[in-house]
């Protein structure tokens, strides 16, 4: 079964740094390209950042742009979302995705991990 | 503010058929396929139509999808009272070198 299962998330206090890991299993991870997507309690789905197969490509959202820095271990099939200088803002639950891409260019998200929260706060 | 914008709420009665929207602009639905992410209360999203019409195994043909210049749409026929969700419509963006996401829409069968 293709699984992806995040962990990490927790409370910390606002300037405070976190990390993020997405544990996947049942399918050659090195062969997928990865992405982080949060949701802020209430709020719609906001993508925050992508890292391809070899980690050569790496893109963020600007709302985390300079703050947040996305890693993966391929050999420990693993995803990481390091979060410094964490804010009230980016209270949200953080949702790893495999990135599905075909020759033709079509890419989409599935599976989605079942998420963890993570809420900034004093 | 949502790059990509869908109605906020949308309802019907069972057995109807429901339409939700997502516009965008030339940067992602107007150059990139579209896909639809289901998000049931209390759950991950997962997906429900992908590369704009196809539909993952276990996904009922009762959920379509299709695509028009920057604006795409989602069609749900035969509502039945398990479709109540919030739906999400996404792209990649190729100005903004990243996903872009509707701010959602909340579908409610009354």
């Known amino acids: 079964e293709v699984q992806l299962v995040e962990a990490g998330g927790r409370l910390v206090q606002p300037g405070g740094s976190l990390t993020l890991s997405c544990a996947a299993s049942?399918?050659?991870?090195?062969?997928?390209?990865m992405n982080w997507v949060r949701q802020a309690p209430g709020k719609g789905l906001e993508w925050i950042s992508y890292?391809?197969?070899?980690?050569?490509?790496?893109f963020y959202a600007d709302s985390v742009k300079g703050r947040f820095t996305i890693s993966r271990n391929n050999a420990g099939n693993s995803l990481y979302l390091q979060m410094n200088s964490l804010r009230a803002e980016d209270t949200a639950v953080y949702y790893c995705a495999r990135e599905v891409s075909t020759r033709f260019g079509d890419n989409w998200f599935d599976p989605w991990g079942q998420g963890t929260l993570v809420t900034v706060s004093s | 503010q949502s790059v990509l914008t869908q109605p906020p709420s949308a309802s019907g009665t069972p057995g109807q058929r429901v339409i939700i929207s997502c516009s965008g602009s030339?940067?992602?639905?107007?150059?990139?396929?579209v896909n639809w992410y289901r998000q049931l209360p209390g759950t991950a999203p997962t997906l429900l139509i992908y590369t704009e019409n196809l539909r993952p195994s276990g996904v009922p043909d009762r959920f379509s999808g299709s695509r028009s210049g920057t604006s795409a749409s989602l069609a749900i026929s035969g509502l039945q009272a398990e479709d109540e969700a919030d739906y999400y419509c996404a792209a990649w963006d190729g100005n903004l070198n990243g996903w872009v996401f509707g701010g959602g829409t909340k579908l409610t069968v009354l």
């Open positions: 890292i391809s197969t070899s980690t050569s490509t790496i």
């Open positions: 049942g399918f050659t991870f090195n062969r997928y390209n």
């Open positions: 030339t940067s992602n639905i107007g150059r990139n396929t």
